[in-house]
Structure formats: structure tokens, C-alpha cells
Nanobody
Framework: QVQLVESGGGLVQAGGSLRLSCEAS??????MAWFRQASGKEREFVAA????????GYADSVKGRFTISRNNPKNMVFLQMNSLKPEDTAVYFC?????????????????WGQGTQVTVSS
């Protein structure tokens, strides 16, 4: 059974940092990603990483502030979030796909975590 479990969310002041973690179990994946959904808004792509090659991509809104990384032996993916802004406030979801191509489209991701709340105060 595949499970994705996120941790690391919380409340932080603008300009601060948080590190999200996601532990995957049940199988390995071609790529994993982070998405977020703010209250009243649609879910949006944040960052993705290729499990084997380690190549990564980011949404323009987080480029230069967020870094996605992985720990292959532990089957974990991380999202280091720096210079946080109030507009980064959202529930952050870890997602994984077995499709053998890079994608940023949420419909391509088959497995999802339960989400972790990130709140950035101004």
C-alpha cells in the first residue's frame, strides 16, 4: 500500500523559513512533487524532482526561494522554503507519480499525502 506522509508545516513570520518533509512508502516513483492549495483557490504546482536524475522544476512564484530535494535511501522528499511571504500560506501536499516523464500537472500524480498547513503571518 502506497503512503505519503508530510510533516513540517506550521506558523512562521514573513521572511522566515520552514522545511517540509514527505516520506513515501510502498514503492518507488519516477518523480515527486509539492503542490499547494490556498483557501478558496485551486491547487497549484510548487516544485517537482526526478527521483533518479535529481533534476527539478519550480513554479515562478517560488523560484529562488524554495528548494526541493530528495533522500533516495530513505524514500523522502523535502521542500526548503525561505523568504516566506503571506501569499505562500496554503495547505501543502506531497505527490508522487510513476509516469516516466517529467510533469507539473496534478492530474498526472497518482498518489497524494494528506497535506500540511503552512501559515505565513505579515
Amino acid at each position: 500500500q502506497v503512503q505519503l506522509v508530510e510533516s513540517g508545516g506550521g506558523l512562521v513570520q514573513a521572511g522566515g523559513s520552514l522545511r517540509l518533509s514527505c516520506e513515501a512508502s510502498g514503492r518507488t516513483f519516477y518523480s515527486m512533487a509539492w503542490f499547494r492549495q490556498a483557501s478558496g483557490k485551486e491547487r497549484e504546482f510548487v516544485a517537482a524532482i526526478l527521483w533518479g536524475l535529481g533534476g527539478a522544476g519550480y513554479a515562478d512564484s517560488v523560484k529562488g526561494r524554495f528548494t526541493i530535494s530528495r533522500n533516495n535511501p530513505k524514500n523522502m522528499v523535502f521542500l526548503q522554503m525561505n523568504s516566506l511571504k503571506p501569499e505562500d500560506t496554503a495547505v501543502y501536499f506531497c505527490a508522487a507519480t510513476g509516469r516516466n516523464y517529467y510533469t507539473e500537472t496534478d492530474n498526472d500524480f497518482d498518489y497524494w499525502g494528506q497535506g500540511t498547513q503552512v501559515t505565513v503571518s505579515s
